[in-house]
């Protein structure tokens, strides 16, 4: 015992540091040369809030935003003049103000945004809200951006987009843009003469062949200097840029609160070098974007739901700042299984470190991101499990170290029989085999329609742990049947697939499917040595 709690104390050490490391302040030397930024896009919803199923800020709310806005940014963008961000909100701010009224009283310009869709009927609606909102306001709408995207969703015909600009054009004073990726600029180059501004979008984490930060940003300054000569006297300006805080990695573009700061700062530097306008996306994080976009989806904000601001605009950045809290649960949790396994020995404690922080991990990868009821129940489901199979993982492993044969393994066959009959014992054959099945499930769903999804090692950590312990102490699954190698061939075939389609640029993949090869492994270890 003593020489496990001995092994504890060091343990606890060395978790300290290896939480510590990876969250130590950085990009302290990358600065901003400007005190506020130019721009950035305002949707005013909250955590709990989703123009999808009816829920909007106040009127107070949104006048709360924009105040806080006001701070580091001299305006911003929105998309809708109809939006308000909403009908039903619409007709409350309109008693009290709208949005522009609300802007100019947090000293705040304007980009006013004209939503065109497919449908003619809602495009008529939202041209005559957005020409009377222009000239309600001339001072604070700076410029009426006609259409987003619309050539990208091809809602509309080029001569159909234009026929629109032109009639808004002909009925405001402020300058007009339409705003699209760079794309659809070069192969509808006939747009230009009708607007003021050319307005690009450049969001290198969506490309197709996606760029790490540095390589985005040569990108944005080669694309500022080709649509200058493309469109030479016209004005040229950045619609829409930016980089998600969390999400999964696309290729060598990595979501995190450092790059996104690096990022934001070094762009604001090459839009002065440039002489470009710009708008970021966004001020504030939108977590009812997880639904079509996920997790990164939601991550582009300046400020979270919450409205704290993630990093300073200059100065070092933390990427999880609050990482001790999460420490802490490491420590209490291996602690815990070291005690529960009697603190014997060295190993003991090593497992239950691992484990400990394994689920210090897990919560650290999923809490933050329960943006709706579906992942609240996920969490409240795996989170335990997790927890309970840490648990027997460790006493199971503490046996055989201790001399003692570990229970003979249940076979898939009869796991799987019982299942069927409406059980499901929370034994530790079970539970392997639930996280195994469940593991090869969502490894085929990133291999075929992976875009949306993120690396989900947060969900299975302490299973591939245990599949390490079970290696370590050669406690090898009992294979009677397909129920038991099936599930672990096709996780590993799986990973291998996606290792393919990610590509070895992207390290959160590559270090999720080598997990999840370890996951696989005991039976595939087992089924060697039949």
Request: hydrophobic residues 50%; neutral net charge.
């Amino acid at each position: 015992m003593k020489q496990g709690l001995i092994a504890c104390v060091l343990l606890s050490l060395l978790s300290i540091v290896l939480w510590a490391l990876p969250n130590r302040p950085q990009a302290k030397d990358v600065t901003m040369p400007d005190a506020k930024f130019n721009s950035l896009s305002y949707a005013p919803y909250r955590a709990g809030q989703s123009p999808q199923d009816g829920t909007y800020p106040s009127p107070a709310d949104i006048a709360s935003d924009l105040t806080l806005i006001a701070k580091h940014a001299r305006g911003i963008r929105t998309y809708s003049a109809l939006e308000g961000t909403l009908p039903e909100t619409m007709a409350r701010i309109a008693a009290h103000d709208d949005i522009a009224g609300l802007a100019k009283k947090a000293g705040l310009k304007m980009w006013l945004g004209i939503w065109l869709s497919a449908n003619p009927a809602d495009n008529a609606k939202e041209m005559a809200a957005g020409i009377a909102e222009a000239n309600a306001y001339p001072h604070t709408i700076t410029r009426v951006v006609v259409g987003n995207e619309v050539l990208l969703r091809r809602d509309l015909s080029v001569n159909d987009l234009i026929k629109d600009i032109d009639y808004v054009h002909a009925r405001v004073k402020q300058p007009v843009a339409y705003a699209d990726v760079t794309h659809f600029w070069r192969e509808f180059p006939q747009v230009a003469p009708h607007v003021n501004v050319v307005m690009l979008h450049f969001l290198p984490y969506w490309e197709n062949k996606p760029l790490g930060v540095n390589a985005a940003l040569a990108q944005i300054q080669t694309g500022v200097e080709q649509f200058k000569k493309l469109f030479p006297g016209e004005k040229i300006s950045i619609g829409e840029t930016g980089w998600p805080s969390r999400g999964r990695w696309r290729g060598p573009a990595a979501p995190s609160r450092v790059n996104e700061a690096v990022f934001l700062r070094r762009f604001v530097t090459l839009a002065d070098r440039e002489d470009v306008d710009y708008n970021l996306i966004e001020a504030f994080d939108q977590p009812w974007k997880y639904a079509d976009e996920g997790v990164a989806g939601a991550n582009w904000g300046i400020w979270n739901a919450q409205r704290k601001l993630k990093f300073p605009l200059n100065g070092p950045v933390v990427e999880h700042p609050a990482w001790p809290r999460y420490a802490g649960v490491g420590l209490l949790c291996g602690w815990a299984l070291a005690a529960l396994a009697g603190f014997r020995g060295w190993r003991v404690g090593v497992a239950a470190f691992a484990l400990g922080n394994g689920l210090a991990l897990a919560c650290l990868g999923t809490l933050p991101l329960l943006y709706n009821n579906g992942l609240r129940l996920d969490a409240l489901v795996n989170l335990p499990l997790q927890a309970l199979l840490a648990a027997l993982a460790m006493r199971r492993a503490a046996a055989v170290w201790a001399g003692r044969d570990a229970p003979l393994a249940a076979c898939g066959a009869d796991i799987l029989a019982g299942w069927r009959r409406g059980g499901f014992p929370l034994a530790y054959d079970s539970l392997w085999l639930l996280f195994l099945i469940s593991a090869a499930v969502f490894e085929a769903l990133l291999v075929f329609d992976g875009r949306y999804f993120d690396a989900p090692l947060p969900v299975f950590i302490i299973p591939v742990l245990a599949a390490a312990l079970r290696l370590w102490t050669r406690d090898l699954p009992r294979l009677a049947g397909w129920e038991d190698w099936l599930p672990a061939l096709a996780l590993a075939g799986l990973a291998v697939a996606d290792m393919g389609v990610e590509g070895l640029a992207n390290l959160e993949f590559l270090l999720w499917n080598l997990a999840a090869l370890l996951l696989a492994a005991p039976v595939l270890r087992a089924g060697v040595g039949r």
